[in-house]
């Protein structure tokens, strides 16, 4: 007998949610900060906790019938590991893409409508947004474009390309399936005007927040302590950091640091520049920062901001403590040096712990550290390319995909994120508990900078980065060079916002 989609769609559902349940019943000694939206001891991030939905949250799916029509997505690939795909043929029994395949039947289901998904790489996606809404075509309906990449969303918005969501009513911002820390980062303007959003509807989200990686098995010979107690004792700081950083560094009999695959010298950090730069701002630290008003304004001149840099710099600075790889090709990575066992600590996406299935040694993650211990929380940046979910000022349904698209992300909330956490990191990538409870402190933690988000401070952020990768702290002298830049990118799109 022939199955049907729908009832395939039912057993997926069950198989899903059984999985889940029985993965968090065995994980129940693992802290769970879900009902804290303020996060104490400085473990947190004040953001709700996306792995469950809470019991009392109940959703109405409106009584529409969309006519059978095509749902059109504009989504980017790229290379770089992330798990992208919005729209799936088929279920495929890998945990992950049947629980995405089975959110998409049932909104199809609901609202007979039929989701089609187009893709661009990456590189490409920003000059096709602007070539097909700029002609006035309506081809998508809903676009996942890059925060930043060749240029910046914010240049795109300030083109009049995309709707303010706030304007939609059935997108419920107030709900716990839109991200409510990016939210509110980058909503600007008297009118908390936002033309972008964070759902789980594009699991790529999830795989962003830069975080800490170690070699247990290295710590342990080198007979320092574990680091989980210092995250979650608030102690988890640049200092300490740079204290294990150091330890790792060992020549091991070779003549220098200098790299060579066969050379028995161990670094103590890697990472590349992006991964210094999420270190900067999880010190809390802004280039862009907003007013009482919403009014944003260049931040990034503090006497704390230009100590972070010092201590990033004298970290860096330092050869064999730190080391900048990202050569793909010729296997000189930061990914490839951690997991061959030339690191003892590594700064990566949380997408990095796919490429580190098949390491040896185990391995553990933390939050990226604090400035200091005055610090009261934990910042996880996530990094810049995330892209981010749009409508374009083409689509002349926007209620319509406001109804879906909210559907899409309460059911991303309810049964894929806790797919992603529950099962694919918990039990498929991380290797103790004490990974599982540092995950759940990335995640409650994750930020996006506001001056990143709209392309204000872009070129400032790119060459901190660049000095501090190399041991440089540039700052005082590459903020007077672009301060009135910054202000004027401000101004510009405050202009046409307000």
Not at 396 to 406: P, V, Y
């Amino acid at each position: 007998m022939k199955i049907t989609k729908k009832i395939a769609a039912v057993f997926i559902i069950i198989i899903i949610i059984l999985t889940a349940s029985c993965n968090s019943q065995a994980n129940n000694n693992v802290e769970n900060n879900n009902d804290n939206n303020d996060i104490q001891d400085g473990i947190g991030g004040g953001v709700k906790s996306d792995t469950e939905v809470p019991e009392t949250e109940s959703y109405e799916f409106p009584d529409m019938d969309f006519g059978g029509n095509d749902f059109t997505f504009l989504n980017p690939i790229q290379d770089w590991g992330f798990y992208t795909s919005i729209v799936l043929e088929s279920a495929t029994g890998e945990i992950l893409d049947d629980a995405v395949y089975t959110r998409n039947r049932t909104v199809e289901e609901k609202f007979n409508v039929n989701f089609k998904e187009i893709n661009f790489d990456i590189g490409d996606i920003e000059q096709k947004i602007k070539t097909t809404v700029l002609s006035g075509e309506s081809v998508y309906d809903a676009i996942y474009c890059p925060a930043y990449n060749n240029s910046s969303i914010g240049a795109l918005i300030t083109q009049n390309l995309f709707i303010n969501l706030k304007s939609i009513e059935e997108l419920q911002f107030d709900k716990p399936w839109w991200n409510q820390s990016i939210q509110d980062e980058c909503a600007i303007g008297s009118g908390n005007n936002i033309y972008f959003n964070i759902c789980d509807i594009n699991i790529m989200d999830l795989q962003v927040p830069w975080c800490i990686y170690f070699n247990e098995d290295m710590i342990k010979n080198l007979e320092l302590e574990l680091p989980y107690a210092y995250v979650k004792n608030g102690k988890w700081t640049y200092d300490k950091l740079a204290e294990y950083a150091k330890a790792g560094a060992q020549l091991n009999g070779a003549d220098d640091f200098k790299w060579d695959h066969e050379n028995a010298a161990v670094y103590g950090l890697t990472a590349w520049q992006h991964g210094i730069g999420a270190l900067l701002s999880a010190s809390g630290e802004r280039y862009v920062s907003k007013d009482e008003d919403n009014n944003p304004y260049m931040s990034a001149e503090t006497e704390r901001f230009f100590s972070a840099c010092d201590k990033i710099s004298q970290l860096t600075q330092e050869k064999g403590v730190y080391q900048s790889a990202n050569d793909w090709p010729n296997l000189f990575n930061f990914q490839y040096i951690f997991r061959d066992g030339k690191a003892l600590l590594m700064i990566g996406e949380l997408k990095a712990a796919d490429s580190l299935r098949q390491i040896d040694s185990t391995f553990g993650i933390l939050p990226l550290p604090k400035y200091d211990e005055n610090q009261s929380r934990y910042y996880s940046p996530v990094t810049i390319q995330m892209p981010v979910l749009t409508i374009p000022v083409t689509n002349s349904e926007a209620n319509k995909t406001g109804t879906i698209l909210d559907a899409m992300a309460y059911l991303s909330y309810k049964n894929v994120t806790p797919v992603f956490f529950d099962v694919t990191m918990a039990q498929k990538r991380l290797r103790n508990d004490e990974s599982i409870e540092m995950l759940q402190i990335i995640k409650d933690s994750v930020i996006y900078d506001l001056g990143m988000a709209y392309g204000w401070s872009n070129s400032l952020y790119l060459s901190i980065r660049e000095g501090l990768d190399n041991g440089k702290n540039t700052a005082v002298t590459i903020i007077d060079k672009n301060r009135n830049k910054i202000e004027e990118n401000i101004a510009k799109t405050m202009d046409l916002i307000n």
